[in-house]
């Protein structure tokens, strides 16, 4: 239908004047601009819906509607949007209508419908009221954002914070570990606040008790598997050391790359107390606090392996108190009890912190030596030295109210390393040891072995040959010659010998560890020093041996003396020698002992001109961060290095690194045990300074080595 127009009518339309003639194309110009605006409408990435001055839907578009699940036909005329509502968002949007028609006010507000499918969808609501043009209230136009992915977010926010503050303490850092974030739990744990962490790194927890290495392992864990999980001992603010469970693990972003670490900790003082506790009860006896049975066990089936693997000899003894039944019937259990506490104290007195002392039952203890010695003799030595110095100790006089005891032990002894035995076999050697004891008078030890017995009787005899040869001078010195890389004889070493009573030579290995068990080292030690400073007089009054040096071995117990260091400047002053020709040898196994102490006599004396020689280099446990503080003049190759020189690469390798790492701290090296030409070769190739071995001289009574050194060409090289 065409609509026909007066000649003179006149549309405006975008600011602009058309004639009647031209109303078809404005139509049609209408058209496309409402259809246009239809599709914008529809094509929306938001909800927009109109509503009647009631509520009820005009009009809706596609992104609403796929919100809800309803389609156009079911809601366009027929529904209110009220009705959609959640229960909570009904009176708030109510309010909001009132509010909007009122004011006029456009303001946004969170409401949540329900889908059709009875999903709760959450979104912020913007309404515009509508007036006629009598200002009446029309409709309403509405456009809806859906906050759904923000309200997860939030949620997962609350959800995280409320993880974060748990009961365990919580640390966050960044990539570099300092710390950005610590929760409540950790400042109860450790008493820092946050504001005391923030910035810092986590190193002032520390509590001191790791070195460098654990670390390194943690974070090596932690580099290969993004988490490290262990037990740690940690420091609080008041100082105190407390253990917890610390579990850091390692954030990263899309790329792989580190944004953040992520620590837990768990206070578990309490637990590992409890943990403690049941321990004690499980392992430990209650009366004496010593280990039980069950705790010995496992300690002798560990002693057993380890013993396999080092092939070092222990032992095993069965201890019982006599007359304790007699005791315990006359004055009741109250005063065995007693008893049996005092002679626990004094047995673990007698001990090294390394041995074992167990109860295992009314007054039988067992006690477990372990790292003894390398063969059984040596370690029959020490467990008679041992088991009497047990004996002494519990032999004395005990007061219990009116009543004076004298309480005395019955001990049998075993030994375990050599053959394969199990626990139940060594307990039941020493126990029948034990019996033994008791039959023989009681207040004894007994071996299971009866060759054993005769090693101790030996060794008792040895002892007091010992004795006597100090006090007959039955010790004379050897001397075996030390040379310079061209065969030039500098000094010598000086060798104690022991020819006893029927003349018979004694060695050394078995009489130096012995005398040093007693303490005859110390006068025997003293007579050596006394021995070589006249040796050293005798030839600097002699101008062709004037500039010989003399080496004599000191061991740890004379070096160990308070005085040691005045006894040495005494026998310098006695004999009136030059310090710098006596050089004072110690072995390598010295730097595991009092390091700091012994390092200060060795200044003292270097101070005064004496030199000192590390003997048996590359055999014990020596550690570089002291041995660069030890005022060493030369370090000593040991012959098992220099024996297979010829065949052993390992060996050739171990001397040549031995040699370089000495010149770089200004040491001068000295091998011994030389004794062919190719060990001497290979020694002078790789830079070895001084030499001493059977090769050149093996060790003689003084007058024929100085008879030896008149056959070389000539004295003369001495004094260059």
């Avoid at 790329?255 to 004690?280: P, Q, R």
């Avoid at 041995?355 to 029959?380: H, P, Q, S, W, Y």
């Avoid at 006090?471 to 001397?479: D, H, P, T």
Wanted: net charge negative; charged share 25%; aromatic share 10%.
């Amino acid at each position: 239908m065409t609509l026909t127009l007066p000649a003179d009518y006149v549309i405006e339309f975008e600011n602009k004047h058309y004639a009647a003639e031209d109303y078809n194309d404005l139509e049609n110009r209408f058209t496309a601009l409402e259809n246009s605006l239809a599709n914008i409408y529809q094509q929306a990435s938001f909800g927009l819906h109109t509503l009647s001055a009631n509520g009820t839907f005009l009009s809706i578009n596609d992104k609403e509607l796929d919100w809800l699940g309803y389609s156009e036909q079911e809601l366009i005329g027929k529904v209110k949007f009220v009705d959609l509502l959640t229960e909570d968002s009904e009176q708030k949007y109510l309010k909001h209508l009132a509010d909007t028609a009122s004011s006029g006010v456009d303001k946004d507000i969170e409401l949540s419908f329900i889908s059709k499918n009875s999903s709760v969808i959450n979104f912020v609501l913007y309404t515009n009221a509508i007036l006629n043009s009598y200002g009446i209230l029309d409709r309403y136009r509405s456009v809806l954002f859906n906050i759904d992915a923000r309200k997860s977010m939030e949620a997962s926010l609350n959800v995280a914070e409320t993880v974060f503050e748990t009961q365990d303490g919580m640390m966050i850092t960044d990539a570099d570990c300092n710390i950005i974030r610590v929760n409540k739990a950790f400042h109860k744990i450790t008493g820092y606040s946050a504001k005391e962490c923030i910035g810092k790194t986590p190193s002032f927890l520390s509590s001191g008790q790791y070195d460098q290495s654990f670390y390194t392992s943690m974070w090596n864990a932690i580099h290969e598997r993004n988490v490290w999980e262990g037990e740690i001992w940690d420091k609080r603010k008041n100082g105190d050391i407390f253990p917890a469970r610390l579990t850091i693990k390692a954030v990263k972003d899309c790329k792989h790359i580190v944004t953040n670490y992520v620590a837990s900790l768990i206070d578990i003082s309490e637990s590992k107390a409890a943990t403690d506790e049941i321990k004690n009860l499980a392992f430990y006896d209650s009366l004496t606090l010593l280990p039980n049975r069950r705790l010995l066990i496992e300690r002798l089936k560990q002693a057993l392996a380890l013993s396999r693997n080092s092939h070092k000899v222990g032992a095993v003894l069965f201890l019982d108190l006599d007359h304790f039944k007699t005791l315990n019937d006359t004055f009741g259990h109250n005063i065995g009890d007693l008893l049996l506490k005092e002679a626990a104290k004094h047995i673990k007195q007698s001990l090294r912190e390394t041995d074992t002392v167990a109860r295992i039952g009314g007054d039988e203890f067992v006690i477990l030596l372990e790292n003894l010695a390398d063969n059984k003799l040596e370690a029959l030595a020490e467990v008679g030295i041992i088991g009497e110095k047990i004996l002494s100790n519990l032999c004395q006089g005990y007061e219990f109210d009116s009543y004076h005891h004298m309480c005395t032990a019955s001990i049998g002894a075993t030994l375990f390393g050599e053959h394969q035995m199990n626990v139940e076999e060594l307990l039941k050697q020493a126990d029948i040891a034990m019996y033994e004891a008791k039959d023989s008078g009681r207040n004894s030890l007994r071996f299971f072995d009866p060759e054993m017995e005769k090693s101790i009787s030996h060794r008792a005899h040895l002892d007091h040959d010992l004795r006597f040869a100090l006090k007959e001078g039955q010790f004379s010195l050897y001397y075996q010659v030390q040379v310079n890389n061209i065969g030039n004889p500098l000094g010598a070493e000086a060798l104690i010998r022991w020819n006893n009573s029927n003349n018979e030579e004694i060695s050394p290995l078995s009489f130096i560890p012995l005398a040093e068990h007693t303490g005859l080292i110390i006068p025997i030690g003293q007579w050596v020093l006394d021995t070589a400073c006249a040796q050293i007089s005798k030839w600097q009054r002699n101008k062709k041996t004037r500039k010989l040096t003399l080496s004599i071995n000191v061991s740890a117990i004379e070096f160990k003396q308070a005085n040691f260091v005045e006894q040495v400047k005494s026998a310098l002053a006695r004999h009136d020698i030059n310090p710098a020709y006596l050089t004072l040898e110690l072995t390598e196994s010295m730097l595991l002992q009092d390091v700091e102490s012994m390092i200060s006599k060795m200044i003292e004396l270097r101070k005064f001109g004496v030199r000192f020689e590390l003997d048996d280099f590359g055999t014990g446990y020596s550690s570089l961060q002291y041995l660069k503080k030890l005022p060493i003049n030369r370090l000593k190759i040991d012959k098992s290095f220099v024996r297979e020189l010829s065949t052993n690469k390992s060996d050739k390798k171990l001397v040549h690194a031995i040699i370089n790492m000495a010149h770089s701290l200004d040491m001068k090296v000295i091998a011994e045990g030389v004794e062919t030409q190719n060990q001497l070769q290979f020694l002078q190739n790789s830079g070895c300074d001084y030499y001493q071995g059977y090769f050149f001289g093996k060790p003689i009574p003084v007058g024929e080595f100085e008879a030896a050194l008149e056959l070389r060409s000539g004295l003369t090289v001495l004094n260059s």
